[in-house]
C-alpha cells in the first residue's frame, strides 16, 4: 500500500510541475521606440493615413524594428493602428493600437500627443502564441517622434 501511495504522490508532483511549466506566466512589457511618422494619404474625411517606422528595445525582443500603418481622425481626436516590432532574429509581436490624438496647433509638423491600449493581436516564432495587453504613450512633431508602451505579455516561447 505504502508503494502506491509513493507511486500516485510521484504521478500528481510530476504533472503539478508539468502544469506550472506550462503556464507561462505573464511577465513585464516595456518598449522604447524612436519613431519617423510619415502621412501617406487619407482615410476619409478629417481621416489621414500615416506609416509609423521606428527603431528601439523591447523586453523580450530586445532590439526590434517597428513597421505599421496607423489612421488618425483629426476631428474626433482617436487613433488605431496595427504595429509589427521584429526582433533581430525575425521573431515578431503584432499589436493592435487604439487611443487618442491631441493636437498642439494646425499644422503636420506642430506637436501631437497620444495615449491609448494595445493588445497582443499575433506573433512569429517565440511570439507565435503570444497574448497580453496595455497601454503606450508618445509624442511626434514634426519626422520624429517617440513611443513607450508598457503591460504585460504571456505565452512566450511558442507554447500556450
Not at 508532483?13 to 502621412?39: C, M, W
Not at 526590434?64 to 521573431?91: C, H, I, R, W, Y
Amino acid at each position: 500500500m505504502t508503494r502506491q501511495r509513493c507511486a500516485v504522490l510521484a504521478i500528481v508532483l510530476t504533472l503539478t510541475a508539468s502544469a506550472v511549466g506550462a503556464a507561462r506566466p505573464d511577465v513585464p512589457f516595456h518598449a522604447s521606440i524612436d519613431t519617423q511618422p510619415v502621412i501617406t494619404g487619407s482615410c476619409g474625411p478629417g481621416c489621414i493615413t500615416l506609416e509609423i517606422p521606428g527603431s528601439g528595445i523591447a523586453t523580450q525582443l530586445g532590439a526590434v524594428k517597428l513597421t505599421g500603418p496607423s489612421e488618425v481622425n483629426v476631428f474626433a481626436g482617436t487613433q488605431t493602428a496595427t504595429a509589427t516590432m521584429t526582433a533581430a532574429n525575425g521573431d515578431t509581436l503584432v499589436l493592435d493600437i487604439e487611443g487618442t490624438v491631441q493636437f498642439s496647433g494646425p499644422s503636420p509638423t506642430d506637436p501631437v500627443s497620444f495615449s491609448g491600449s494595445w493588445t497582443v493581436q499575433s506573433g512569429s516564432g517565440r511570439f507565435s502564441s503570444a497574448s497580453g495587453s496595455g497601454s503606450y504613450s508618445g509624442r511626434a512633431a514634426g519626422p520624429s517622434g517617440e513611443l513607450s508602451l508598457t503591460g504585460s505579455i504571456s505565452h512566450i516561447g511558442g507554447r500556450p
